[in-house]
């Protein structure tokens, strides 16, 4: 029979000819019923998800950003149904470590013959990210741009706001990797990494990938615009572990605590204040198509 097609679509956002183009490229291929659901804004997108899950669908079509891709994932996570993803948005993080080009035509094509592949996610006081978590400086720059200086300014806008954050404190932090204290002073930033490439195109871990079964654990001591220089060019030049301001490492489990509430993001979404970070490797949790090798 032919399979059941969800699609979950940002309404607001671009891809190739847009939605109507995508209905075409759907009808082209052999499909059953057509599940189409389109929201405003990302939060929406999980219980779109589950609700096109309910109803029999065995390929969900995520349309969007890496927002959208995030609210999708933590909805489809561990529920086996592949995950097809069109990259609308700005920077479609996941979607470019995967090597899913922003071509509508050509994202579709994989969606329907591209290999299955089971990868990892990280999940966050319980909610699931696909491409990176963090906490201090990287979430205030996160914030601090929005989606009009995104869709203006690209790459730039990060670094716009970067600078904007560069003098923030430095937070006394102690986190444990795997039940073992790994760090405990003072540092302005935490990320949790699931890929390689993050915001901005940063290279922040080299050795990152979706399908090993670890979280990529980093933290920076950086404060003030010369030390954050030295620790962007040391990314931008190659391995951003040969930093002195800078420790690297992988664990299955991350436990921290702030000494004060600090902003946090998944995977480019601002959730708040925290004082505790709760995370883990979910490996394996969702299912994606992507290229053929």
Same mark, same amino acid.
């Given at each position: 029979?032919?399979?059941?097609?969800?699609?979950?679509?940002?309404?607001?956002?671009?891809?190739?000819?847009?939605?109507?183009?995508?209905?075409?490229?759907?009808?082209?291929?052999?499909?059953?019923?057509?599940?189409?659901?389109?929201?405003?804004?990302?939060?929406?997108?999980?219980?779109?998800?589950?609700?096109?899950?309910?109803?029999?669908?065995?390929?969900?079509?995520?349309?969007?950003?890496?927002?959208?891709?995030?609210?999708?994932?933590?909805?489809?996570?561990?529920?086996?149904?592949?995950?097809?993803?069109?990259?609308?948005?700005?920077?479609?993080?996941?979607?470019?470590?995967?090597?899913?080009?922003?071509?509508?035509?050509?994202?579709?094509?994989?969606? &329907?013959? !591209? *290999?299955?592949?089971? +990868?990892? #996610? =990280?999940?966050?006081?319980?909610?699931?990210?696909? /491409?990176? @978590?963090?906490?201090?400086?990287?979430?205030?720059?996160?914030?601090?741009?929005?989606?009009?200086?995104?869709?203006?300014?690209?790459?730039?806008?990060?670094?716009?706001?970067?600078?904007?954050?560069?003098?923030?404190?430095?937070?006394?932090?102690?986190?444990?990797?795997?039940?073992?204290?790994? &760090?405990? !002073? *003072?540092?302005?930033? +935490?990320? #949790? =990494?699931?890929?390689?490439?993050?915001?901005?195109? /940063?290279? @922040?871990?080299?050795?990152?990938?979706?399908?090993?079964?670890?979280?990529?654990?980093?933290?920076?001591?950086?404060?003030?615009?010369?030390?954050?220089?030295?620790?962007?060019?040391?990314?931008?030049?190659?391995?951003?572990?040969?930093?002195?301001?800078?420790?690297?490492?992988?664990?299955?489990?991350?436990?921290? *605590?702030?000494?004060?509430?600090?902003?946090?993001?998944?995977?480019?979404?601002?959730?708040?204040?925290?004082?505790?970070?709760?995370?883990?490797?979910?490996?394996?949790?969702?299912?994606?198509?992507?290229?053929?090798?």
């Amino acid at each position: 029979m032919p399979p059941i097609v969800a699609v979950v679509a940002h309404r607001k956002k671009t891809l190739g000819a847009g939605l109507d183009a995508l209905r075409v490229l759907i009808s082209e291929q052999d499909v059953g019923d057509v599940l189409w659901h389109e929201v405003s804004k990302s939060r929406k997108a999980g219980k779109k998800v589950r609700k096109a899950l309910d109803e029999g669908a065995e390929l969900v079509f995520v349309w969007g950003g890496d927002g959208m891709v995030q609210r999708c994932a933590d909805a489809l996570a561990g529920s086996g149904v592949p995950m097809a993803i069109l990259p609308a948005g700005t920077a479609n993080l996941f979607a470019a470590n995967l090597g899913i080009p922003a071509d509508l035509a050509r994202a579709v094509r994989i969606g &329907f013959h !591209g *290999r299955r592949e089971k +990868l990892d #996610l =990280g999940v966050l006081n319980g909610e699931h990210f696909a /491409v990176m @978590a963090g906490a201090g400086f990287e979430a205030e720059m996160i914030a601090d741009v929005d989606g009009q200086a995104k869709q203006r300014f690209g790459k730039l806008s990060y670094f716009r706001a970067a600078v904007r954050h560069v003098g923030g404190p430095r937070v006394p932090m102690k986190i444990k990797l795997d039940g073992t204290t790994w &760090f405990e !002073g *003072r540092a302005s930033c +935490l990320l #949790l =990494g699931n890929v390689s490439t993050i915001a901005a195109g /940063v290279e @922040a871990f080299d050795d990152a990938r979706p399908d090993d079964g670890w979280l990529e654990v980093g933290i920076t001591t950086a404060k003030g615009p010369v030390q954050w220089a030295r620790v962007l060019a040391r990314m931008a030049a190659g391995r951003s572990d040969g930093s002195p301001l800078v420790r690297v490492s992988r664990a299955r489990k991350v436990s921290a *605590r702030f000494g004060r509430p600090l902003r946090f993001e998944l995977d480019g979404g601002e959730r708040g204040l925290t004082t505790r970070f709760k995370a883990e490797v979910a490996a394996g949790a969702l299912t994606v198509c992507l290229p053929e090798d």
